[in-house]
């Protein structure tokens, strides 16, 4: 028992004849904990990315319903009126009527 665990650790099993089997698993493992790491960091970079994405879809989204607010209060009938009144046009004190236009054939 001693005797395995010293050469595991002396690292004769790299260099015994019989190290070609061991060095090709060594090497299989270290490719995979590369495709690991790999892919790791790139799952990380697309979760920051969709944080980014949904920290500007919220602005985005506050700017429209900040635009659509202002837009509903220009379209307001009395907002309308202050700013006819600033270019000298008043509001007419006769409704409007409609006009009938009778076809003669």
């Given at each position: ?18 190290s ?46 900040d ?7 220009l ?31």
């Open positions: 028992m001693r005797k395995s665990i010293y050469s595991i650790l002396r690292g004769k099993f790299l260099v015994s004849d019989d070609f089997k061991n060095w090709r698993i060594i090497i299989f493992i270290s490719v995979l904990a590369i495709i690991m790491i790999a892919s790791s960091h790139s799952a990380d970079q697309k979760v920051y990315e969709i944080a980014r994405l949904k920290n500007e879809v919220k602005e985005l989204r506050s700017a429209f319903v635009g659509r607010s202002k837009l509903m209060r379209k307001m009938e009395s907002s309308i009126i202050r700013k006819v009144e600033e270019k000298g046009i008043k509001i007419s004190e006769i409704p409007p009527q409609k006009i009938k236009v009778k076809t003669q054939n």
